[in-house]
């Protein structure tokens, strides 16, 4: 039996998928979460096979909990469903450890599908995903964000979202000096002065939603 979390901070969202996935023999939905802070205690305690994750949630992104559990070298096998196709952004994800990338749009034999061959170790992405992601790399695109390291994307989402440097030290467990020239660097990397201009690059980029985010100074 397949367990599987679901975590989406849109209960009808939530509530499709669930539907769909216990219609299967072979699969079972052990929990919910509405964010990515109790999905990420969720699949420490439940320990499930494979996560449903959206990307843009209030407080950490689906991003971070992806970083986060491919970090703690959990078991759980990440699948990203969310609106943003763009060839850019499946690949971060990718890179960051999700094993599998569908679009909202998918219909419900696909995301079985994709549930069922992460589950056998193997990743899945949405044909139209992987288009975008092959024609992202053959045209030579690419993110600016592709510059910073796992950390300085993780502070990244947290100054947009308007955190000081102590609370975000505290909640990765680093000291706020050390929070701070891992700020500098990636202002250094994107090219940008203050917050307010990464929010807008990250905006541009699919990374955050524009009106969901508290910009910090």
């Given at each position: 039996?397949?367990q599987?979390?679901?975590?989406?901070?849109?209960?009808?969202?939530?509530?499709?998928?669930?539907?769909?996935?216990?219609?299967?023999?072979?699969?079972?939905?052990?929990?919910e979460?509405a964010?990515?802070?109790e999905?990420?205690?969720?699949?420490?305690?439940?320990?499930?096979?494979?996560?449903?994750?959206?990307?843009?949630?209030?407080?950490?992104?689906?991003?971070?909990?992806?970083?986060?559990?491919?970090r703690?070298?959990?078991?759980?096998?990440?699948?990203?469903?969310?609106v943003v196709?763009?060839?850019?952004?499946?690949?971060r994800?990718l890179?960051?450890?999700?094993?599998?990338?569908?679009?909202?749009?998918?219909?419900?034999e696909?995301l079985?599908t994709?549930?069922r061959?992460v589950?056998?170790?193997?990743?899945y992405?949405?044909?139209?995903v992987?288009?975008?992601?092959?024609?992202?790399t053959l045209?030579?695109?690419s993110?600016?964000?592709?510059?910073l390291?796992?950390?300085?994307?993780?502070?990244?989402?947290m100054?947009?979202r308007?955190?000081?440097?102590?609370?975000?030290?505290?909640?990765?467990?680093?000291?706020?000096?050390t929070?701070?020239?891992?700020?500098?660097r990636?202002?250094?990397?994107?090219?940008?002065?203050?917050?307010?201009g990464?929010?807008?690059?990250?905006t541009?980029?699919?990374?955050?939603?524009?009106?969901n985010?508290?910009?910090?100074?």
């Amino acid at each position: 039996m397949i367990q599987i979390v679901l975590i989406d901070d849109h209960e009808l969202v939530r509530t499709g998928f669930r539907m769909i996935l216990q219609q299967q023999p072979d699969m079972a939905v052990c929990g919910e979460a509405a964010s990515a802070e109790e999905g990420m205690r969720l699949i420490r305690c439940l320990k499930p096979e494979i996560a449903l994750v959206d990307v843009h949630m209030p407080g950490m992104s689906g991003i971070e909990l992806t970083e986060r559990v491919n970090r703690a070298e959990l078991a759980t096998r990440i699948v990203v469903v969310t609106v943003v196709d763009d060839g850019r952004f499946p690949k971060r994800l990718l890179d960051a450890g999700a094993f599998g990338y569908l679009t909202k749009g998918c219909n419900a034999e696909e995301l079985v599908t994709a549930v069922r061959q992460v589950a056998t170790g193997r990743r899945y992405l949405a044909p139209a995903v992987a288009q975008q992601l092959a024609l992202a790399t053959l045209d030579g695109s690419s993110s600016p964000f592709d510059a910073l390291s796992s950390r300085e994307l993780e502070v990244a989402m947290m100054l947009v979202r308007g955190k000081p440097l102590t609370m975000i030290g505290e909640q990765l467990n680093l000291s706020p000096k050390t929070v701070s020239t891992y700020k500098q660097r990636l202002m250094e990397k994107l090219h940008v002065e203050h917050v307010l201009g990464l929010a807008h690059l990250m905006t541009a980029h699919g990374l955050i939603d524009a009106p969901n985010h508290q910009v910090g100074s």
